[in-house]
């Protein structure tokens, strides 16, 4: 009988044993299968403008994109705009053309919940003749002091919907750096998309980051209706200075001619012709004349011309000047004082991209170089210091970028690569850094390609490097470590990733010219044949102040 019991039990309740078990089976399934959903819990901003960087934050995204990818509205970014995915946390860049809608996480063949993106620039602008007038108005700002890099809410009123045509400028004088007894008109610097320095804007609130290059001194918000009365800001906690010295002031001129060879209509040709850079240390850009309109004015420091229907046997060219004030920088830090934060630029600026390598090699040769430093500013020192002195430069060498491997093999580069290549240590480092393009200008006025680099460091902002110069210049008492001269002109600061304007178009790239960008040009249609000459920069005036 004791046998046989567990027998007959088991008859007795068999289809409530069954069920059970079923169930269970059914709850287990569903919570692994569950769990395996991506998730979406936040994004920042919630409002934004197309183009601009946006942060998603969740669980279930997949340790990497690999087939994974977002969606905005219906529309998938492209693969170049991915910056950082991890499980919890995704970085993109919001597609050019977009609208508002929501956002979804697509992994491992399964669809997120949706979070809702808005374009700025459909967001309706509050209602005119308030009793507080049409311009804008600061009514408080939170913290009240703070170094480059800190997030700042402005709160007010008539800021407006969106950024558009608006921006928040901070206190600059190069002068009262130098000498604070001196009166001067007081000047002013923007917050810097490259440093991502809109986080939100509506109405009553703007978020902010403190810009590089920014002193004790009023901040005024601006928006088509006005500037706001300026309100004072107090700039502390750097660990270091930086000066700003020894203006020069450039009119430059360069141009870019088409000749079409063989062309049937219709057809297009489109140029992405970069504009000198605005920064701390180059200022007062300003267009003195062109002969062709652009298609778009100013899209990331570019200007897009579109030309089209173009007949066989004619040519086209493109000329414009513009004038460009550039200062010297000097840096002075306190390497003890540097903070090691994880801000958003260094997840951002600490990424390989398609022109800033990752590869294992870089990172153990990196790792070899640094040690167990942990401080950043020591680390892009000793990165400066080992390029200069181990690598030998060969003014003429073909671009050897697409094989940095080669190039630490044989420790012969030529300029573009071992700005490139410093950018890449410093990332591997863990150190946010950015290539720079553009000129030198040597005694004689004349123009040659140069590129370098700067690095961040939390609460102080860019510091300047240029090993090449370095290189150069290894047996004269010159420091380009935290230092650069005024004989330059930037064109573009980190990559300047851009989209082709049809799916059929070709495309020229341009990641080796005075700009660090990668479409140059793009033909479409019955454009079969043409050549096309990019002048050198022509200095046509420098003043000295």
């Known amino acids: 009988m004791v046998q046989e019991e567990p027998t007959w039990v088991m008859k007795d309740n068999f289809p409530g044993v069954v069920l059970k078990a079923l169930a269970w089976f059914f709850v287990i399934f569903f919570i692994s299968c569950e769990s395996r959903i991506p998730v979406l819990t936040s994004i920042e901003p919630k409002i934004g403008r197309m183009g601009d960087v946006i942060t998603l934050h969740g669980i279930n995204f997949g340790e990497s994109r690999e087939e994974s990818y977002i969606t905005i509205a219906g529309v998938a970014p492209t693969g170049s705009s991915y910056y950082l995915w991890q499980d919890d946390l995704i970085m993109v860049r919001v597609p050019e053309m977009g609208e508002s809608g929501l956002i979804y996480v697509h992994s491992g063949g399964r669809k997120s919940n949706g979070a809702l993106f808005t374009n700025s620039a459909s967001v309706p602008r509050p209602i005119e003749g308030e009793e507080l007038g049409l311009g804008p108005r600061i009514s408080s700002i939170n913290p009240q002091t703070g170094a480059p890099g800190t997030l700042i809410t402005i709160t007010g009123n008539n800021f407006g919907g969106s950024k558009e045509g608006g921006g928040v400028f901070f206190s600059w004088d190069y002068a009262s750096q130098l000498n604070r007894h001196l009166a001067n008109e007081p000047e002013y610097i923007e917050a810097s998309e490259t440093e991502l320095g809109y986080v939100s804007w509506n109405a009553r609130e703007i978020k902010v980051r403190l810009p590089d290059g920014a002193i004790s001194g009023n901040i005024e918000v601006r928006t088509p209706h006005g500037s706001s009365r300026p309100v004072y800001f107090d700039v502390t906690g750097k660990p270091g200075l930086k000066k700003f010295t020894e203006k020069r002031s450039y009119t430059i001129n360069y141009s870019v001619d088409i000749r079409v060879l063989e062309a ?18 180059q200022r007062n850009v300003n267009l003195l004349s062109r002969n062709t309109n652009p298609f ?50 260094s997840v951002l600026y600490t990424q390989s991209t398609n022109l800033i390598p990752g590869s294992q090699q870089i990172k153990e040769i990196t790792n070899t170089v640094i040690g167990r430093e942990q401080n950043p500013y020591n680390k892009s020192k000793m990165i400066y210091d080992w390029i200069t002195t181990n690598m030998q430069l060969v003014e003429n060498l073909p671009s050897t970028s697409d094989n940095i491997s080669m190039v630490l093999e044989t420790m012969i580069s030529d300029p573009y690569t071992i700005a490139v290549l410093y950018t890449a240590m410093s990332r591997a480092a863990g150190v946010p850094c950015i290539p720079v393009a553009g000129v030198l200008v040597d005694r004689n006025q004349q123009t040659s390609r140069h590129y370098w680099a700067e690095f961040w460091l939390d609460n102080f902002g860019w510091v300047p490097v240029d090993p090449v110069m370095g290189i150069r210049t290894q047996n004269e008492s010159i420091n380009y470590f935290g230092n650069i001269d005024n004989h330059r002109i930037a064109f573009s600061r980190g990559e300047l990733i851009l989209s082709q304007m049809e799916s059929r178009g070709r495309l020229l790239s341009g990641t080796q010219s005075y700009s660090m960008q990668n479409i140059r040009e793009e033909a479409s249609g019955g454009l079969d044949s043409y050549t096309s000459l990019w002048g050198d920069i022509i200095i046509d005036g420098i003043y000295i102040q």
């Open 296 to 345: 778009v004015e100013n899209h990331k420091g570019i200007s897009l011309f579109k030309l089209e229907n173009m007949v066989t046997g004619t040519n086209q060219l493109i000329n414009h000047s513009f004038s460009v004030d550039v200062y010297t920088v000097e840096t002075e830090i306190n390497s003890q004082a540097v903070r090691n934060d994880i801000s958003p630029l």
């Open 264 to 281: 049937t209509r219709p057809n297009n040709l489109y140029l992405w012709i970069p504009i000198p850079v605005n920064s701390p240390s």
